[in-house]
């Protein structure tokens, strides 16, 4: 389930791609600020999409046997 206006909450990197993650890396420690900013907004996300009763419901309904 996506946010609607979600705000960042990290960097997508491809696997292995050492200067993305040092750039990426480079921009959260020249503005610790936007690390904040992203650990509150994944905070708020897991707690919005991910409690309990909504995992268990998802994958209740993948596993569902008719």
Known sequence: ???EGA???GFCIRPG???GF???LRQIL???ELGIQM???GRRRVQACYQQEQ???AYQNIYEVE
Do not use: F, K, S, T
């Open 7 to 9: 705000e960042a909450a």
């Open 39 to 41: 650990g509150q907004a």
């Open 22 to 24: 040092i750039a990426a």
């Open 17 to 19: 791609d050492r200067a």
């Open 30 to 32: 020249d503005n610790p």
């Open 55 to 57: 995992v268990l419901a």
């Open 1 to 3: 389930q996506e946010l």
